[in-house]
């Protein structure tokens, strides 16, 4: 029987002719995986209950002059069809299908095998280019995207009209690959929103100044989607809630555009934000991270309900069956939407149902999974996109397993040894598990990482390894384990630089900052992040700024926090800029003291910062040193190369795996 705690989640919605098992929707979304890599990944989502699907489309109609796709194929499906001839004429329309119906087909496939229902979203980035098409990008009115920056071509009216008729072509290869029906995106700043959009629309025709007029290039699309398609296929949209910049699309105002178009949709999904949440400076993200309270845009697509009849999903940071339950419950929304959560724990519906949603691995928001440039990863899940590389076989025999060291990458991979039925002895120096994680927790931006730490540590007990506390176990210790197999995940040390001076004010860690009592810190410290190009340096500085002290940031880099999620960079550095921290890119930390001299990384050129009251690195680490053993060996996490939480748990779910 479901849990009765659930029974509006877990109750059956009607969305045009079919019945969805249950309220949650894995949303489109794009794991930049290869094709058997994303049917696998699909099918292990879909087989841990979700009824609808959005899958997504790859068309002719994407974002370039010549409108045809890019080289990259979106990273799915990869074929370079960046010569493909016209997709209006007959020899296009084979050429085409050719292409793409065959990884359609195999998508709609997956999902039906289960019980699912699969909508094809087609979409038209506009003026966003991602990857490099070296094409124009076209645009309403040949405004630049704020992340991309390649100013676009400007649609002519002829040319609007050409991208309508290829939606409509598009929507009709997601209908002949047997999909169930078809979504259009039409948010996150991509072509439809930037017609919506008064920030983006500057037109002067039909397609241009009143809401109605901006409106009409959707209107046009679904019209010829419809035709295309017959009076029969499903057809669904998702918006924007509202739009966070100046002068953006109001609440209200995308109210009125649903309902302009209501009598053709079977369901309207509610999103909010841009790609990268740069719009005239930075506002929302599109995927939010833990700066952002889970359901936030509750509040939108609550307006969106009470204007329409249609069903109305909600998207957000919807992580946890107990906020899904109450949103349903309230009105807010008929169906939810998630992908992270379905990323981190593809059995969340099943264990909700099955009254263990308490054993649910829950998405810490720090966003491993939303790079432009690479797959998707998730540190809560590392089989996430690895589903077959990490299934495999039965050990042959059973082994006597020693971890030395409690850290992410430690616990993970004693917990899927002995999950796979090896016998494991987990070592931890200290009294605590969770090593690094354990005090990170502290800083409010990564406090979800407590929920993985404590699922890791119930997981480990629960799996019958053996966890010593309070034990250090060095080289001349592990012949008394007589482990078969030994994992070292000692973790590593901060690199404090040992310089004249270096004492003469008070030096902290990333780490050792969040393990000190604030007041015992004074009003002026310098954050020094050296070639740490990720987010550690930036947190630190929002931390202490945050707590009112004036801050400088130095980094060698370019820019301080260059290779972090784009939207995390943008945010921390907003909320620095809002704090007032002095940002100093291509600078290293050249002499201590109470009054440190600063180097340009460029020009060599020396300056003086100033008195301090304390300094805190955040650079490199070192790992703790453990001589390599004879017999069965890794090194796991930092203890084999200084990295990040991603890479800690994927380390240990490989060698966990394979021993």
Known sequence: MPDAAYSRLLSPVTVGSFTIPNRIMLTTHNPKLSEERYLKYLETRVAGGVGLVGIPVLHEAISTLAFVDTGHLDHVGVHDIDNGPDAETEEGDAYYDERLLPSLRARAEVVHRHGGVAFGQVANRGAIRLPETFQAMVSPSGLPDPQVRAQPHELSTSEVKRVVRLFARAASRVQRAGLDGVEIHATHGYLIEQFLSRTTNRRTDEYGGSLENRTRFLVETIAAIREACGPDFPIAMRISGHQAETDGLTTEEICRIVKAVEKDLVYVNITAGTIMALHDGVVLPYVASTLFEPGFNAEAAAAVKAA?????????????????????????????????????????????????????????????????????????????????????????????????????????????????????????????????????????????????????????????????????????????????????????????????????????????????????????????????????????????????????????????????????????TKRLHEKQVDIRPVTRFHKAGVEPELRDVFSGRISSLGQVDAVVFVTTSTPVPFPETAGEFYRVGDALAPRRLVHATLDGARTGSRI
């Not at 990323?343 to 966003?367: E, M, Q, S, V, W």
């Not at 690479?374 to 025999?397: I, K, Q, Y």
Request: glycine share 10%; aromatic share 2%; hydrophobic share 40%.
């Open 308 to 572: 329409v009849s249609i069903p109305v999903g909600l998207t957000g940071r919807m992580n946890s069956p107990q906020l899904m339950e109450r949103l349903l419950e309230e009105g807010v929304c008929d169906l939810i939407g998630t992908t992270r959560a379905l990323l981190a724990d593809p059995d969340f519906i099943r264990k909700t149902a099955g009254g263990r949603a308490d054993r649910i691995h829950r998405c810490i928001g720090i966003n491993e999974c939303h790079y432009p440039d690479r797959a998707s990863s998730c540190p809560v899940n590392p089989w996430a996109g690895r589903e077959d590389e990490l299934d495999l076989p039965d050990p042959v025999r059973r082994k006597k397993v020693l971890v030395i060291g409690g850290g992410p990458a430690g616990l993970m991979t004693a917990r899927t040894a002995a999950q796979r039925g090896h016998d494991v002895v987990l070592a931890e120096r200290s009294d605590r598990l969770g090593g690094k994680i354990a005090t990170l927790v502290s800083d409010p931006f990564r406090k979800e990482m407590a929920n993985l730490l404590g699922d890791l540590v119930r997981e480990v007990h629960e799996a019958g390894v053996e966890v010593q506390l309070g034990r250090e176990v060095g080289p001349g210790d592990v012949a008394a384990y007589g482990a078969d197999a030994l994992v070292v995940a000692t973790g590593s040390v901060p690199d404090i630089p040992d310089m004249a001076g270096i004492d003469d004010v008070p030096v902290y860690s990333g780490i050792s900052l969040l393990e000190e009592d604030l007041d015992r810190i004074g009003d002026r410290v310098l954050v020094v992040g050296g070639l740490n190009d990720h987010v550690a340096p930036l947190a630190a500085a929002d931390y202490l700024a945050q707590a009112g002290r004036s801050v400088t940031l130095i980094s060698e880099c370019l820019l301080p926090g260059q290779s972090a999620e784009p939207s995390i960079l943008h945010l921390l």
